[in-house]
């Protein structure tokens, strides 16, 4: 934040602290990364949740019929 704060430009609107202030910037940050962090967790989980669409072993078993 320093050098756009000698600028006085960011490249988001939600990480501008003239606008919200050093805390509301802090937690749209927080906000984000708990967000990017749930994402992540569900992707890197799905074939432990059950959630695929396509069997995990569909390609293995076309190839052995051919």
Partial sequence: MTATSM?????????????HGYLGVAIT?????????????VVANTPRLGI?????????QALNSV
Wanted: glycine residues 0%.
């Fill in 29 to 41: 940050s927080i906000v984000i990364a708990a967000i990017i962090a749930v994402i992540t967790w």
């Fill in 52 to 60: 695929l669409i396509v069997p995990p072993h569909a390609d293995a």
């Fill in 7 to 19: 600028v006085h430009w960011y490249p988001y609107p939600f990480m501008n602290p003239a606008e």
